[in-house]
């Protein structure tokens, strides 16, 4: 199989390469491509893998390029993990909302939106070429916010594209450790789970049919030796009576997170763009040592991961610093995919309890399907929309495991963030500008028509081609 990986100078690439050549992904793949628009990076992501211990010349041939329709042609299975703008955009996407008050993060927010208008085009542009070069491919998308990009790519890819996110697996993982409680491998019929992409909640764990999750949530040393466990106060978890997505935080602790952010000498962001500003032109001549020092870095990285979130000198914990996650979902979800065996993950794809067709045209063949196909995963949730969910991954796609209804608050945020989303994937698929601004007011984070007409205006300043977008569009 041919691996194409869009983004492959991206930082996580070794990890997904560190996998193909070791462990139980060995030989899943025969050939990886590696695309990217900036050739530096491409440069030095390939030194880390020259280098990584063992060498790779003879477990698996890699070949860079910055010519896509080239990389897509013969591709098997196509990665994204592309960052329109760079490190560089990531820090304006989070400074615009922090310098008027609000929270400044990546994905959630007004940060996420901002990163959305600009990552979909260049997605839908991946997704058409990938009809015409590659038409038998499937996506797996980590391209954040990996839920709306989905979303927007389904139109186009139809079953053939699934949003991946490590973060609701690794909770699964986490509070099953935490309970003592060992998942079977491959299989999630016990587990509880609905939302959106970093916007989820772990309700049930079953464990030999027993749901085990009200002892762990009544269990204040079980919750503190692990990451969501710690994020939230033992008192308010035993009342909610789940277990959120570490996203969360950013909602139920929204003063603490902005007033956290704000006293911080950088932003995420930042950390983020200088680190990598000063690592790549180190990598790409560093030989030997472009493994290690990349390594390095990748701890330094994962050491920073929600620190907005912990008091001064708490450090994450081993474990969570080990990685590992990212590229476990990644490539379990492409050997499902390749005919390597059936597996349950939970993904980003659409709310319903059959296989999401393939574009719009194809309908399904009889009536029982055509039923299955609009009964939603997440009651509540509209059948057609992208969402966060268990999942049974065969050769054929992605199809959601059925979930409990979620609980009023749960679903109000969940259908408020929704529309939200979508609001985002109209803007950027038809250039409707009063959608963008609808979108910033609506967030249950800004709530505001002012700041958002100041939002959308201070991304537009910074980002010309935001801009730009709306001309032919209806404003």
Same mark, same amino acid.
């Not at 990552?119 to 070069?133: D, K, Q, S």
């Not at 935490?178 to 019929?189: F, M, S, T, Y």
């Given at each position: 199989?041919?691996? +194409? ?177 060992? +998942? ?146 990644? +490539? ?144």
């Amino acid at each position: 199989m041919r691996l +194409l990986i869009a983004g492959g100078g991206g930082f996580r690439v070794p990890l997904i390469f560190r996998a193909l050549v070791s462990g139980r992904f060995s030989g899943l793949v025969t050939e990886l491509v590696l695309y990217d628009v900036d050739p530096a990076r491409l440069d030095a992501v390939t030194a880390v893998l020259e280098s990584m211990p063992g060498g790779h010349g003879a477990r698996l041939p890699v070949r860079a390029t910055t010519n896509l329709s080239e990389a897509l042609s013969g591709s098997t299975m196509v990665f994204a993990a592309i960052r329109p703008g760079g490190t560089a955009g990531r820090v304006a996407d989070e400074a615009v909302a922090q310098d008027l008050g609000l929270l400044g993060q990546e994905t959630t927010g007004a940060g996420g939106i901002s990163y959305a208008l600009r990552t979909i085009p260049h997605m839908l542009h991946l997704a058409r070429l990938m009809r015409e070069h590659c038409p038998d491919a499937s996506l797996i998308n980590f391209t954040n916010p990996a839920g709306m990009v989905t979303e927007a790519l389904v139109p186009v890819l139809g079953r053939r594209v699934i949003g991946i996110c490590d973060s609701a697996g690794g909770l699964v993982q986490r509070a099953a450790a935490a309970a003592r409680v060992q +998942l079977q491998e491959g299989r999630l019929d016990g587990v509880g789970y609905y939302g959106l992409n970093h916007l989820g909640w772990l309700y049930r764990l079953e464990s030999g049919g027993r749901d085990v999750l009200p002892a762990l949530l009544a269990d204040a040393g079980a919750l503190q030796s692990f990451e969501e466990g710690r994020l939230f106060p033992q008192p308010f978890l035993a009342e909610l009576g789940m277990l959120p997505n570490e996203y969360l935080y950013y909602y139920y602790q929204r003063d603490e997170a902005r007033r956290a952010m704000q006293a911080m000498a950088q932003t995420r962001g930042e950390s983020i763009h200088r680190q990598q500003q000063e690592l790549y032109p180190r990598l790409a001549s560093a030989g030997p040592d472009a493994y290690r020092l990349w390594e390095e870095a990748r701890r330094s990285r994962e050491e920073g991961y929600l620190a907005e979130a912990r008091h001064a000198g708490e450090r994450r914990a081993e474990e969570d610093l080990a990685g590992g996650g990212y590229e476990r979902v990644a +490539l379990a979800a492409m050997r499902a995919l390749a005919g390597g065996g059936d597996t349950q993950l939970v993904l980003n794809t659409r709310n319903t309890l059959a296989p999401a067709g393939q574009p719009e045209a194809h309908a399904p063949a009889s009536a029982t399907a055509a039923a299955a196909a609009t009964q939603p995963a997440i009651p509540g949730l509209p059948a057609d929309a992208v969402v966060e969910v268990p999942c049974t991954v065969t050769a054929t796609g992605a199809v959601p495991l059925p979930q409990q209804a979620p609980d009023g608050p749960q679903l109000g945020l969940l259908q408020r963030v929704k529309e939200v989303e979508r609001l985002v994937v109209l803007a950027a698929t038809t250039g409707n500008r009063d959608a963008a601004l609808e979108a910033f007011a609506r967030h249950p984070l800004v709530e505001s028509p002012d700041l958002a007409a100041k939002l959308l205006t201070g991304y537009e300043q910074v980002f010309p081609a935001l801009g730009k977008m709306w001309e032919g569009g209806r404003r």
